[in-house]
């Protein structure tokens, strides 16, 4: 009558595929427990390690719930606990976390009637509510794994990228907040033919690289030229910890989500470890606390 799940952080946009791609990490997440009760309705019972609201219809993870449970006929409820380690405002996917957190764990004890896209729709409802915008691309690789690609909202449409054995990422989460809302609206509404050229044809070959396993492709098609320019001021030390990335041998580095969080991709587990040293020594001397992940990506 219940499960404890775990909702994995995940990387969105990879630098070129803004909106559209994204990638789950293996070792980073929320931990929920979600439970059958006689009782109708959504109820959010306990929720530690940030201060979020209990009320359903104000929490992702209650909104998606009830995304979901709407669509039911059935005469008990669900309790909901949050156990968040992900920061809300980090920029890997906090709130894709607890949206999708909440209805697999609630099909899980209804058996599984709903696919994985299903279950997605719902959590795209919880995840408006925290960045203002319906996007799929932190809420897809936390409910599917590895990489994916939303080819469409509507109607929702996710595609499954195979990646190469040895790929990690490596990610430093500056501990200040960036609200997603905030970093969309520095976003100019209209691109130049030139960057858009740059930028689809970036995404093209990212894809290529990952299903043909060519790492110096993948290194070739990590930039972004729409959204990183504007974005990246409102990261301190941006540029400094790209660098310090690309110095120690990542195959590229960009903003994970919509920051504040800096993301890499790396060939192998040694290269991401010596990336995270690097960017160690960038961030112990600024004064802001951080955190440094290395993940797999499966
Ligand atoms: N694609 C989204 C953005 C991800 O960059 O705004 C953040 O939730």
Known sequence: NEIKIFSPA??????????????????????????KVDKKGIKITHIEGFDLPYEAEQNVAGVSALAMYDTLDIDFG??????????????????????VGSVF?????????????????????????????????NLAPAMFGGFTLVKGIKPLQILEIPSPDDLFATIIHP???????????????????????????????????????DYNLIK???????????????????????????????????????????????????TAKKVAGAIKNVYNSTGIDFDIHVSKIN
């Open 175 to 213: 501990q200040i907040e960036i609200k997603t809302s905030e970093s969309r609206a520095v976003l100019p509404k209209e691109v130049s033919l030139s960057d858009a050229i740059a930028q689809w044809s970036n995404v093209g070959s990212l894809i290529h690289a990952l299903h043909t396993s």
């Open 10 to 35: 995940t990387v969105a946009n990879v630098a070129c595929g803004f909106d559209v791609l994204g990638f789950c990490l293996d070792n980073v997440g929320d931990d929920m427990v979600i439970r």
């Open 105 to 137: 764990g609630m099909n899980e004890l209804l058996g599984r009637p709903f696919n994985k896209t299903q279950l997605t729709e719902f959590a795209i409802k919880g995840e408006a509510l925290a960045s203002k915008c319906e996007h799929a691309d």
């Open 78 to 99: 669900f309790e909901i606990e949050i156990y968040k380690n992900i920061k809300p405002g980090s920029g890997i996917g906090s709130s894709a976390a607890s949206a």
């Open 220 to 270: 070739d098609s990590l930039h972004d030229v729409i959204i990183e320019p504007h974005r990246s001021k409102l990261i301190p030390h941006y540029e400094e910890v790209k660098n310090s990335m690309l110095n120690a041998g990542a195959l590229g580095a960009c903003i994970s989500g919509s920051g504040p969080s800096i993301f890499s991709l790396c060939k192998g587990e040694e």
